[in-house]
């Protein structure tokens, strides 16, 4: 079923033989403790993204798109005159936390890493559970990518070549935006394809899922509620091309609902989408290594777009001008 990437002891040039061990060792133990690993991923990745190139890039950020304070967008724009195709990103975050940037490093490490291969890269935020409950997850992604519709050009962006990229929960609003049926929009014709890095594609509130309270504080605790609003269930309405990732180490049964929409995918469409499994990742890491050196998942990604969705970006070339914050 599609590609499926070996990418251990890649993890980027900054980490040390001893942190990368670190790494596997919490990952084989990943479900015990997914806030205390993920914080640990944060703090090791934090410094190498840091140091990350980010030159010939500049970064406007908390662009409204809507009127909830967490309704902003970040732009991270390259420095070249080219009409560039667009890669939104909609962070994780169990439904219930979770921002557009951590700690103006993570997750700001993709948008800088695409914005250097010359995509106009936007960074999304949107309300969170219990404040906010299903459908305003999706509704938010909604208004997010409308705004960038309306308003990219002015940044050089390309409003009719848009690619969403959504990881754990914020894959599971992309998708219940492009796919859920009783949701009352209509996905912007400018999207051209759809990556789900990690996401939640079957809502659950098994004993064993350590997210379960936070899928509840979002969809509630009806299985056949949870069933219905489940991205799995409306795969066959997908007509994007798909890029599926996980990590070896997920948060338990992501890996599994993956692949499960995966195949309800290709059973409608007779042929498999791009799969890429990140041998040595985690749930974390495998968004936080971007601009860290470890290019495997972002050139998995760049052959997508290339070879099936006939999109390419010209990369910045280098240069020694800091990052503008506008």
Known sequence: MGDYMQSAGGFGAGLSAAQINRLRQMGRVW????????????????P???????????????????????????????????????????????????????????????????????????????RLAPAASFPAGPLDVASAIQWTVDNIARYGGDPACIIAIGHSAGGSHLASYLLDPDIDVVPSPAIRAAIFVSARLRLEIASDNPNADNVAACFGRDPNTLTARSPVMHADRCRWPVMIAFAEFENRHLDTYSLE????????????????????????????????????????????????????????KATSEPVPAL
């Open 31 to 46: 479900n015990r403790d997914i806030s205390g690993h993920r914080q640990a991923v944060i703090e090791m990745f934090t």
């Open 48 to 126: 190498v993204v840091a140091a990350g190139r980010k030159d010939g890039i500049g970064l406007h950020r908390n662009l409204p798109y809507g009127p909830d304070p967490r309704n902003v967008v970040d732009v991270f724009v390259p420095r070249h005159s080219h009409v560039s195709p667009v890669v939104i990103f909609i962070h994780g975050g169990a439904f219930t936390r979770g921002s557009k940037s951590v700690n103006g490093d993570i997750y700001d490490n993709v948008l800088f890493w695409f914005a250097q291969q010359g995509f106009v890269a936007v960074n999304v935020e949107y």
């Open 261 to 316: 929409f995966a195949h309800r995918l290709s059973q409608g469409r007779r042929c498999a989408p791009r799969v890429i499994q990140c041998i040595g990742h985690n749930h974390t890491s495998i968004v936080a290594h971007f601009n860290s050196g470890d290019d495997n998942l972002g050139n998995a990604m760049l052959d997508f777009l290339a070879r099936d969705c006939c999109i390419t970006a010209e990369p910045v």
